[in-house]
DNA sequence: CGGGATCCCTTAGGATACTG
DNA sequence: CAGTATCCTAAGGGATCCCG
């Protein structure tokens, strides 16, 4: 249960020892969306073993990054002020390899979680200042996520509301971030589907999102 | 030896299929230091298996983060510009980590190239502007560094050369760096060792090199 | 039903030895 | 020096079962 250590002394083994193990980071990855419980955790973690599951939430807390807090009957988990402080790591590490990204394999699954901290990844905060308040309502598959950009600040959350712009993608949203694709295109070849709103805020959202290899 | 993937679609997820697996991080690390060979990169990660080495460097290689560059007889690994884009992720997943960092166990070493990942981790540019050029020789154990700052920038190297300041010190290096431990102590307790030059100075590098938990 | 624990099997990782 | 080859252990994967 012990995290496997690398036999050195410094900085990166460390880390490395708290959060290097599979699984690991992605679990810290959706914590910092918000408090989960363990049922929604293995629900956004695509085929991780409960035991691995159960056994990275123990060694997670071991290492003081999240928290076990129970309410009434659930239980929560959260992470600690330590486990939160990974979030600029977590958000570069994510940019960097969303520059890696290609097509989506067949199996490959996009969670609600992990499509907010990609969308907090390509943000742009500078950019977003200088644009009016825009609430967009994101389809990804099954996922629909509540997309609020005001002034520098930007919310993301799980469900519907009242938005500007309403519109359905899958993966290939990925391109229209990278600039790959352009907001016209997007809609034109059906790979985005505007379902409420004027489509020209597509391009708002574009520039607002944008995150180039 | 296709590294194994994760089943979902996110940034963090394909950044974890690059250099997720066990040691490639290290490797990745101590190329962020500099070229280095294979022998060089195996002497740097304590117990690596020489075979876990060779597969790591090939799938660093197909993720296009590592390129493998024959030099007459020998053979050079060194970072792709896309694995230089890992530094800063590294150098703020280090610093979380150096937070966390307690005492050395006893088969835990310091090498020249995860100190001096450390030092640039703790470096403190904008305090180092203020102070006046220096140059200073440290020993830790095998490892000897010439480190020198001048204005905002610092250049760590192996090997030695003429210095300011010359100490030894073992891994209560890092209580120094911490603030735990004030650098009058330090000297007062043996704890660091100065071989040449006025002691006042690690003042100066206590200043320079901060990281607080 | 949420939150796990247990089982068995597969595969990656570790130790050591060996080779061009 | 720069890796392969081999053997073995331990961690991960998948399904199922359990308990409050």
Redesign the pocket.
């Known amino acids: ?2 995290a ?1 250590d ?1 036999g050195q002394y410094g900085g990166i083994t460390r880390a490395l020892e708290l959060v290097g ?4 980071l992605l679990i810290v990855r959706d914590l910092l969306v918000g408090p989960r ?6 629900a956004g973690l ?13 060694e997670l807390q071991a290492a003081g990054v999240i928290r ?1 807090v129970p ?1 009434s ?5 959260e992470l600690t002020d330590y486990g939160h402080e990974l979030e600029p790591v977590v958000l570069a590490f994510g940019a960097w390899g969303f520059k890696a990204l290609g097509e989506p394999r067949d199996e490959q699954i996009i969670t609600p979680d992990s499509m907010t901290m990609d969308l907090r990844t390509a943000f742009r905060p500078q950019v977003a200042a200088n644009l009016p308040a825009t609430a967009y309502g994101a389809r990804f598959g099954p996922a629909e996520l509540l997309i609020r950009v005001d002034g520098d600040t930007l919310d993301v959350r799980r469900g519907a509301g009242p938005v500007d712009l309403a519109f359905a993608a899958d993966a290939s949203i990925r391109r229209l971030i990278s600039g790959e694709l352009s907001p016209e295109r997007a809609i034109a070849t059906g790979m985005v589907e505007v379902l409420r709103g004027p489509g020209i805020l597509l391009d708002r959202f574009a520039s607002t999102f944008h995150l180039a290899a």
């Open positions: 249960m012990a496997r690398y193990e599979r699984w690991a419980r363990y049922g929604e955790l293995g695509p085929r991780i073993p409960s035991n691995i599951l159960a056994a990275r939430l123990k076990r309410h009957r659930i239980i929560i988990y």
